[in-house]
Structures are given as structure tokens and as C-alpha cells.
């Protein structure tokens, strides 16, 4: 592991044997991250966690249909940390869990995110980059990685996960970048699992490859999927379990945060009345992203994750001093990806309060 805001972990080979290279290599935050969702499955959604582990074992089947290699790498995280096949699977469909099974309390479990795309023309730098802060558990942080994956056939990857997850934010060999937001709506159900996606998505090898990898599964949540490749291209999916709508770059610029941004019949947005900060912040990130429209860089991408208009409901997310510890979330990471040159740059924590870092990935 490099000395970096957040560790670096390098894994190769065929998927079980890279599978029990990360859990050998995280056992201890991959503990730490199965404690945690035990703890907020039972507390949040009122699941116990043999309930939890049961329910998780639906996925598994449309998790091998989806990609075997996938669900071959899980198996190899598990033995590799000593944990249970079913409690790896759990953690990786936790989003599925929280909100799927989740109690009527539906404000408890909070999340936001906020990103945003410009294509090579709204840029000052001719290149294609994308942007998120990712807003969730302050207690999750301490269990983030950068995994590192070369695997046979298919595109070196660099993403940043919590350990024992199978994708997050990241980018590949092949020049295809991901940012995501979650999304909640109605209409889930037993699929395949949006963390399987995202890991599909950075599997691709093109950018047709890789909006397949949200369009075409029988999906079992929502989520929002912005996309970009190294060649100049970006674009956005918006993605609920049955239907989904695209969302074509503003003059070469896109931003999103945590509701559906196009009305669909067959949708029904739950995060709005929950928490409308997603259209504070929303709004706000269009705003700023489309008035540097032609200028954009890193110092842009970098003044936009930190902004805090309307704070507490802000781009730049910090702990409120009146949440449980047990509930308290921020910005955990904000992240920047040059495609075109295949760079990363992180701040971990609020990135208002925190340098950002270029992570050394050698794609």
C-alpha cells in the first residue's frame, strides 16, 4: 500500500485468484466494513444481519449471470478475508439492503453525491474529465481504498472503493471513466445489483460497452451512471430498476446529483421529499459548471466540489454538530478523472479543508 490520502491496492490475474489478493490484503478494513453495514443494516433498515446475509443470497444468481468473473472475484474476497461468501455479497449489495428492505423510517439513511462531466470543447485543457464528491458515512472513510486491477482480457482498472466492494468512481486501460450517483425510487427488486454494474461499466472496453452494461441487465435498484471516454465523449444515464433515460451533454458539460433529472411515467423519485438538497445542489453544480463553460480544469472541477452554497445542503458536505456519531456523514473523498491523460486526483475528506492529491496510477 503507497503512501497516498488513501491506500492503494494492487491485484492481478484471473478473477478468483484477484478476489483473494484484496481480501489478504484488506482483511482488516474489509472487517472494519462488514462490522459497519452489520451495524447500520440492523440500526438503520432494521434488518438483522442473519436476515441481511439470507436476503443477500438472492442476488447471487443474477450476479453470475451478469458477469461470472464478478462473482468469482467475490468468492476470491472471501476467502482471502475469512469472511463468509453470503456476508461479501451483503456488503456488496448494500445499497439493495439499505433500501430495498429499508424500514418506513426512510429519512435515516441519507445520501448524496454530487458530479459533474465536461467533454474536450468546454474545457481549457482539451480534456475529457469528471468530477464527484462522494457523500456518505463518515465512519465508511477510514475503509477506502484505490484498488489497482489488472485482469486477463478485459481493461486495467483504477477505482476508489470501500474495501471489500467490487467498484466505485474510477477509470480503465480502455479510456472509459465512471462518476455515480445513487438514486432511489420504486419498483425494486431482486436483480442484478447496482455495485455489479458499476464494475460492469469500468469492465468495458468501449463507451457503447459500457452504457450496455446499465441498459441491458434486469436491474435491481436505481442509479445514476455519468460516463465519459478518453476520446472526448461524455454522457449520463439515469437508471431505475425497469426503465431508464439519457441525458446528452449542455454544450459539451453535464452535472447530477441524487433525483431523476427527466420525468418518466413509470418512475416514482422518492429523494426529493426526503432530502431536497439534492436539488439545491443540483442546481447549483449546473450553475457553476455552465458559467466556466470553455474554461474548465482542474482548479474549476477542484472550486466546484468545494462550494458551499446553502451549507449545510452543499456541494462540500461536513458533519453536523446535532447527528448522532453513529449517523453523521460528509464528504468522504472528492475525486477528479482526466481521462484523456488517464490521471486521478483525490481529497480525502471535505475537499474545502483538504489538498487535492495526484494519484500515481500508471494506466
Known amino acids: ?93 448494500r445499497s439493495e439492503l439499505l433500501f430495498l428492505l429499508t424500514s418506513s423510517d426512510e429519512k435515516s439513511i441519507k445520501t448524496c453525491c454530487t458530479a459533474v462531466g465536461a467533454a474536450p470543447e468546454s474545457t481549457a485543457i482539451e480534456n475529457t474529465l469528471l468530477a464527484q ?45 465512471l462518476c455515480t450517483n445513487a438514486l432511489v425510487c420504486d419498483g425494486w427488486r431482486v436483480g ?26 434486469k436491474r435491481a435498484s436505481a442509479g445514476n451512471f455519468m460516463l465519459g ?50 436539488i439545491v445542489r443540483g442546481m447549483r453544480a449546473a450553475k457553476l459548471i455552465s458559467a466556466k463553460r470553455g474554461q474548465i480544469n482542474l482548479d474549476s472541477m477542484q472550486n466546484i466540489l468545494k462550494d458551499h452554497f446553502d451549507r449545510p445542503s452543499s456541494i462540500c458536505s461536513h458533519e453536523s454538530v446535532d447527528q448522532p456519531k453513529e449517523e453523521a456523514y460528509q464528504t468522504n473523498a472528492s475525486i477528479i478523472l482526466e481521462l484523456t491523460q488517464k490521471k486521478i486526483t483525490v481529497a480525502k475528506g471535505p475537499p474545502c479543508e483538504n489538498t487535492f492529491v495526484s494519484i500515481d496510477i500508471n494506466l
Open 192 to 217: 442484478v445489483p447496482y455495485h455489479a454494474i458499476l464494475r460492469g461499466i469500468l469492465n468495458a472496453d468501449s463507451l457503447a460497452q459500457a452504457i450496455g452494461a446499465v441498459t441491458t441487465p
Open 229 to 278: 471516454h478518453a476520446k472526448g465523449e461524455i454522457i449520463n444515464i439515469e437508471a431505475g430498476p425497469k426503465n431508464f433515460s439519457i441525458i446528452y451533454p449542455d454544450k459539451g458539460v453535464l452535472s447530477h446529483t441524487n433525483h431523476f433529472q427527466i420525468p418518466h411515467p413509470e418512475i416514482k423519485d422518492k429523494i426529493p421529499s426526503l432530502w431536497p438538497d439534492t
Open 133 to 177: 464528491n462522494w457523500d456518505w458515512y463518515t465512519a465508511t472513510q477510514s475503509q477506502c481504498v484505490f484498488l489497482h486491477i489488472k485482469q486477463p482480457e478485459l481493461p486495467d482498472i483504477v477505482q476508489f472503493v470501500e474495501a471489500g466492494l467490487i467498484a466505485k468512481t474510477g477509470l480503465n486501460s480502455a479510456g472509459i471513466g
Open 1 to 93: 500500500m503507497s503512501n497516498t490520502p488513501f491506500p492503494i491496492v494492487k491485484i492481478s490475474g484471473p478473477a478468483l485468484q484477484r478476489g483473494i489478493q484484496y481480501g489478504e490484503e484488506c482483511r482488516k478494513m474489509i472487517a472494519d466494513t462488514v462490522a459497519f453495514y452489520r451495524h447500520v443494516f440492523e440500526y438503520e433498515s432494521m434488518l438483522k444481519w442473519a436476515t441481511s446475509i439470507k436476503k443477500a443470497t438472492e442476488f447471487i444468481p443474477f450476479i453470475k449471470s451478469y458477469n461470472q468473473d464478478i462473482f468469482e472475484e467475490i468468492q476470491g474476497i472471501a476467502t482471502g478475508s475469512g469472511f463468509l461468501l453470503e456476508e461479501i455479497v451483503a456488503i456488496n449489495v
